[in-house]
């Protein structure tokens, strides 16, 4: 069974995004977050207790909300697409891809989901992948027949450079003409995030992502068609000017310090890879 510590963790990005949703409505619409907190709250009261700082709440919703677009723009020309949700944690995607043709896959450790089924019930739409990230067996559970997009929000950061490369090869060669989002940090903020989850009071997991190239998926894999990288998450707010000064100015300096992004890897067709 998840120890309490650990489910505050599973928590936090949600607990953020509630937040955020609370705070700038005009730039964030998130009922999931503002549902699973308040179911949280009637158990556990003290979950809603932790300081969580406007800059913290503001990355945790642009994080979710950069992924959700990305989404809807591949199933924009992939209608019946597999989403998966990557390290699904206690995110629910399937209100926010707002399209009844598509399926969406959540993977994560089976103690997580188990976790997961005793917040919310299940959705017609929704499948269940109780794997491991570095177990490419789940590859084997997608019907990708009519396209897939792979989110990792806030997960890579936990596994070293070398597993992030082989998953990447690996989805690349076995989804052609797929989709992968993820976010990342520089090896600087990183190290400046694993101390401010110590700061919270949190038991710190090690967090050996620290691949200093945004592009570095270019050379992880033939199979790799394209790389964008956004270096501006504020970008994908509706509303940007809704957001306090000290906050834009805060993802501006990341901006310009490529601390922060969001990547977004197309892998190749079928017959691009001819």
Known sequence: MIDAGVQETLFLPLLGRARAARTWPTCFRDPWSERAVSLAAAVRPDIQDRDMGEMPAAIYALRHLAAVTEIR??????PTAAVVDL???LDRLVGDVGHG?????NLDFPEVLEL?????GSHERERDLPFSLTDHRWMDEVDA???LVAVASGVFYFLRAARVAA???????????GRLVYDAESPELVAKSEQAVRDQGLRAAPMPFREPDPYAPRSWSEAVARVEVIFDLSSYASDPAALPQSVRDGFAAMKEGRALYEVVVDFASAAESH
């Open 101 to 105: 043709g598509a399926t969406v896959y």
């Open 87 to 89: 390290g699904c944690g």
């Open 167 to 177: 998953l990447v090869d690996a989805m690349a060669r076995r989804f052609p003409g």
């Open 145 to 147: 027949s009519g396209g």
């Open 116 to 120: 997961r089924s005793t917040w919310m």
């Open 73 to 78: 723009r591949y199933l924009s020309t992939h």
